[in-house]
């Protein structure tokens, strides 16, 4: 079977441009529906038209790319919404990969009648709806949705839609018998790879994320006058509850069980002033459910024992939708595993992912897979975030070596 090949150049062009769009220093700023968010998206569109695809956004902002090809098609691609603070290839990479993977099969005259679809998955950094864009495709988006969803700012999703011009749109829905599958490529954003010197990770499973969100409630007051056994200190219930999940969490963790309390804020969160207000979010995550269901059982335990001392009131609520821990299609890892043999020998393995993506979302509804590649010391959802150009290009090559095959396989070998 020939090998359809990438156009390197041509790939990490399209790469720099997308980066340009929101660039701060080294790293970029897009965050779901805001102006850079959808700019990128439309020039996205009409690099997906330029490369032979119908391409739509859809009233959540999805990109689609669909081929005019008959035939059983393959979805590939990611998102381009970045973190806050994001770097340039989390997600970007994906989305490209799936635009030069088209143009790579349509260039080879062995594939070019093979049909490839492209996409753009939107909000996958949770702004408002972790996966909101894969959710929307497969119909999992809650009822409501876009008056419940508001983001760290106050921002409601239905206005975030309104001032995006999506209100109205039309929203696409995967068309399941269309497809052999979805494949999505992505930066490990870890150091897996790295550490064990391989260029390419076919992922196994994709974990599963919960959150909950504490508010703690007791008594603004003076710092010096109010005397400490007279106290409602929000913080101090903070500081414990923090202190002791941090203590109980480890017993019964997996081996990569992983959890953070990464975001919090404190009222009126000045020196002299005891604080009467303060939030807190926890995160967590595994590859397997059990170990989120005895952390948070910890949690009811921690929360009663704390509110049962009076003074400050700890209210726990779910802080997001949660994320069930997903396994990825053996046949398409398969395909991924000899594309890698191939392009890499020895320099590849099965791996799982400690990231969510929206593959986890895809593949309640199709075959789905993901390809990983290293990042430069393990680092993402900071500015630093990067990769090598010489594993940018194999990532891709191994991409479309892949998609060929499983393609020639959906469409009876031709
Ligand atoms: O947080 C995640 O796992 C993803 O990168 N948004
Ligand atoms: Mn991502
Ligand atoms: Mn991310």
């Known amino acids: 079977m020939t090998v359809p090949r990438i156009n390197p150049e041509r790939l990490l062009a399209d790469l720099r441009f997308l980066r340009g769009i929101g660039a701060q220093g080294k790293g970029v700023v897009r965050p779901a529906f805001s102006a850079k968010d959808m700019e990128a998206r439309r020039w996205l569109k009409q690099r997906y038209q330029e490369a032979g695809l119908e391409a739509t956004i859809d009233g959540v902002g999805n990109v689609l790319g669909r ?9 590939v691609g990611s998102h381009s919404d970045t973190q806050p603070t994001g770097g340039w290839l989390d997600g970007a990479l994906g989305v490209i990969y799936g635009l030069e993977v088209v143009r790579a099969l349509t260039a080879d005259s062995a594939t070019r009648m093979l049909p490839v679809d492209a996409v753009s998955f939107q909000d996958e950094e949770s702004r408002f709806v972790g996966c909101l864009g894969s959710r929307s495709l497969t119909g999992t988006l809650a009822p409501g949705v876009e008056q419940a969803a508001v983001d760290n700012s106050g921002v409601m999703l239905a206005d975030a839609l309104r001032d995006a011009g999506l209100a109205g749109v039309p929203r696409q829905r995967l068309a399941r018998e269309r497809y052999a599958g979805f494949v999505e490529a992505h930066i490990e954003q870890g150091p897996n790879l790295e550490d064990t010197g391989r260029k390419i ?8 994320l919960r959150g909950i969100r504490f508010v703690f409630r007791g008594q603004q007051n003076h710092a010096g006058t109010t005397m400490m056994d007279r106290r409602r200190d929000a913080t101090t219930a903070l500081y414990e509850l923090a202190y002791r999940i941090n203590q109980e969490f480890p017993k019964v963790a997996g081996e990569r069980t992983v959890w953070t309390m990464g975001r919090l804020r404190v009222e009126p969160n000045a020196t002299s002033i005891v604080p009467g207000y303060a939030d ?3 995160q967590f995550r595994d590859a397997s459910e059990a170990p989120l269901d005895a952390f948070e059982k910890i949690v009811a335990r921690l929360v009663a024992e704390i509110n049962a001392r009076g003074g400050v009131a700890i209210e726990a609520t779910p802080a997001r939708a949660p994320i069930p821990p997903t396994r990825m299609d053996a046949g398409l890892q398969e395909h991924i595993a000899r594309a890698a043999e ?3 020998p020895g320099k590849w393995q099965h791996m799982p992912s400690g990231a969510f993506h929206d593959a986890g979302f895809i593949s309640a509804s199709l075959p789905s897979a993901m390809l990983f590649i290293p990042s430069i010391g ?17 990532g891709c090559q191994v991409l479309a070596d892949a998609a060929a095959s499983i393609l020639a396989a959906a469409n009876g070998g031709r």
Request: glycine share 10%; charged share 30%.
């Open 280 to 282: 807190l979010d926890l």
């Open 378 to 394: 393990g680092i993402s959802h900071d500015f630093a975030e990067d990769s090598r150009d010489e594993d940018i290009v194999l």
């Open 342 to 344: 191939r392009h890499a």
């Open 201 to 208: 990770g076919v992922v196994s499973s994709i974990v599963g």
């Open 67 to 75: 081929s005019r090809h008959p035939g059983k098609a393959l979805l």
